[in-house]
């Protein structure tokens, strides 16, 4: 039989999940596998339809439609003000860029903090008006009954515990799982989201130890974020990633280029063409 190469592989052909072109979309069952062939796998945010091609095109098999668009995207100052109707529109111009990956759109906010009715009243949005084919929410324990339900109505979920955001007024962006007490709940919320049916769990900014031990504990796959390489998979805020966003980047971000920077030099450059009469030229001209 002819052996694939990595490139060659894809979740058609029930192999990896990065590194080929598969003609379907990518489903959470892809997922469930992926972490019993022991295989790594990336995730980046994505809030509109371009970016989301090119990652699409880059063999990104899972993005987030997160509601860190409040601050990448929105211009807001963090996630909490974010809307369901913001991220149902982000979240359909991501599934329209894209037909590979794995569009996970993110409950923003004040839309599944009520209970679980409340969750998948939020949800049915997301999947219904957006086409996302599974949707994130904050919280371990205190969310496991909204998890619960979600899945039982056929709504894959992904958890996040850790740092949460959105929880921003009452936890700050700290470290989380530090010391016996808090790495024991960090325990607890991870088998909590586990035991309600999350495919898949974000860990947040905790120890990589901590998050190695979560890791090996559940059967369903860990996406860190400052949280280590043992990690089953890897997420980063795309803007991050790219160098768009300004200011400090937190230590766990790797940058593997600076947008920011070219995208600067070019609208300086056209400006300097446009104010010296030299753009635009005869090509650029119709007659
Ligand atoms: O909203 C988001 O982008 C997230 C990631 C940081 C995991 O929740």
Excluded at 40 to 46: D, E, Q, S
Excluded at 81 to 87: F, I, K, N, W
Excluded at 136 to 161: C, D, N, T, Y
Excluded at 252 to 272: C, H, I, P, T, W
Aim: hydrophobic fraction near 40%; charged fraction near 20%.
């Amino acid at each position: 039989m002819t052996q694939l190469s990595a490139a060659q592989r894809t979740p058609d052909s029930g192999k990896a999940l990065y590194g080929g072109k598969g003609t379907r979309r990518i489903t959470v069952r892809d997922i469930t596998a992926a972490k019993d062939r022991g295989e790594k796998w990336p995730m980046l945010t994505a809030y509109d339809a371009m970016t989301a091609s090119v990652f699409d095109e880059a063999g990104i098999p899972v993005m987030l439609v997160g509601d860190s668009a409040g601050n990448c995207h929105l211009g807001y100052e963090s996630t909490v003000p974010v809307t369901l109707d913001e991220m149902t529109m982000l979240s359909a111009a991501v599934v329209r860029g894209t037909s590979r990956a794995l569009i996970v759109g993110d409950l923003p906010f004040g839309s599944y903090q009520e209970g679980p009715v409340h969750a998948l009243r939020s949800a049915t949005r997301l999947v219904k008006e957006a086409g996302v084919g599974a949707v994130k929410l904050e919280g371990g324990e205190r969310s496991h009954r909204q998890i619960e339900l979600l899945v039982e109505s056929g709504i894959p979920v992904m958890a996040h515990i850790g740092l949460t955001p959105q929880s921003v007024n009452a936890m700050g962006y700290r470290v989380q799982g530090r010391g016996e007490e808090a790495a024991q709940q960090l325990l607890r919320d991870a088998k909590a989201v586990q035991d309600a049916g999350a495919f898949a769990v974000v860990l947040e900014l905790v120890p990589a130890e901590l998050a190695a031990e979560v890791t090996r504990v559940l059967h369903i796959p860990t996406v860190g974020i400052g949280a280590g390489a043992e990690t089953d998979a890897q997420v980063l805020v795309w803007t991050d990633m790219l160098g768009l966003t300004g200011g400090k980047m937190p230590r766990f971000v790797k940058q593997y280029a600076n947008l920011r920077s070219v995208m600067g030099d070019a609208a300086k450059a056209f400006a300097e063409d446009v104010v010296g009469g030299t753009f635009p030229q005869e090509e650029h001209s119709v007659h």
